[in-house]
C-alpha cells in the first residue's frame, strides 16, 4: 500500500495539473468544435475537488462537523467513481481524435488526455490497494470456522495465509 506521503503529493499534482489542462481542453475545444475531449475538463475538475477537499479535511473538520463524516470508506468510493468517470470520458475522446482533420487538433487533444490519463492513474494507485485489502479482509471473516479465528494473517492476498496455523484448544477431542 502506498504511504499518506505518497497519496498527498499525488493528490497535490492532480491540482498542479489542473490549470494547463484547463487551458489545453479549453483550446482543444474551440480550435476542434467538437465536445470530446474538451468534455474531459469535467472528471478532472471533480478529481481537483476531491484533491482539495481531501487536502483541506483536517482544516475544515475544525469549523465544520459535517465534514467529520467523510470518512474513508467514502474518499475510496470517490476515488473509485472518479477512476471510472476518467476512462468514461478516455474512450470518446480517443475516438473523437479520429475524426478530426485538422492534423494539429489531433496533437493538443492527445495532448490534453494525458492529464485525463495521469488522474485515472492516480486514482487507480489509491484504489486498486483498497479494493485488494476490502477484498482480502472479507474473504475469511466467519466466527464459525476455526480457520479463520486462528490463522495469522501474512498478507494480502489469501493464498500467503499460513497453512501451519495453531490448532484450537476447545475442539471437543482429547488427547489418549
Not at 504511504?3 to 493528490?11: D, E, K
Not at 481542453?25 to 475537488?49: C, D, M
Not at 494539429?104 to 489509491?126: K, N, R
Request: aromatic content about 12%; some cysteine.
Amino acid at each position: 500500500m502506498a504511504s499518506p506521503s505518497t497519496v498527498a503529493a499525488l493528490r497535490r499534482l492532480e491540482l498542479f495539473a489542473f490549470p494547463p489542462a484547463l487551458v489545453l481542453f479549453v483550446a482543444h475545444g474551440i480550435a476542434s468544435e467538437r465536445l470530446f475531449p474538451a468534455l474531459g475538463l469535467v472528471p478532472l475538475a471533480a478529481s481537483a475537488i476531491l484533491a482539495i477537499i481531501v487536502h483541506k479535511r483536517d482544516a475544515i473538520a475544525t469549523y465544520s462537523t459535517r465534514v467529520h463524516t467523510l470518512s474513508d470508506i467514502i474518499i475510496f468510493w470517490s476515488d473509485f467513481l472518479l477512476a471510472v468517470f476518467h476512462l468514461a470520458f478516455l474512450a470518446p475522446s480517443w475516438r473523437s481524435l479520429n475524426h478530426v482533420y485538422y492534423k494539429p487538433a489531433i496533437i493538443l487533444g492527445t495532448y490534453c488526455t494525458t492529464f485525463m490519463m495521469f488522474d485515472l492513474g492516480v486514482h487507480l494507485f489509491i484504489v486498486l490497494p483498497g479494493a485488494l485489502r476490502f477484498f482480502v479482509n472479507r474473504s475469511c471473516n466467519c466466527p464459525h470456522c476455526p480457520h479463520c479465528q486462528d490463522t495469522p494473517k501474512t498478507g494480502y492476498v489469501s493464498s500467503t495465509v499460513s497453512e501451519y496455523a495453531p490448532l484450537r484448544g476447545d475442539d471437543g477431542e482429547s488427547e489418549p
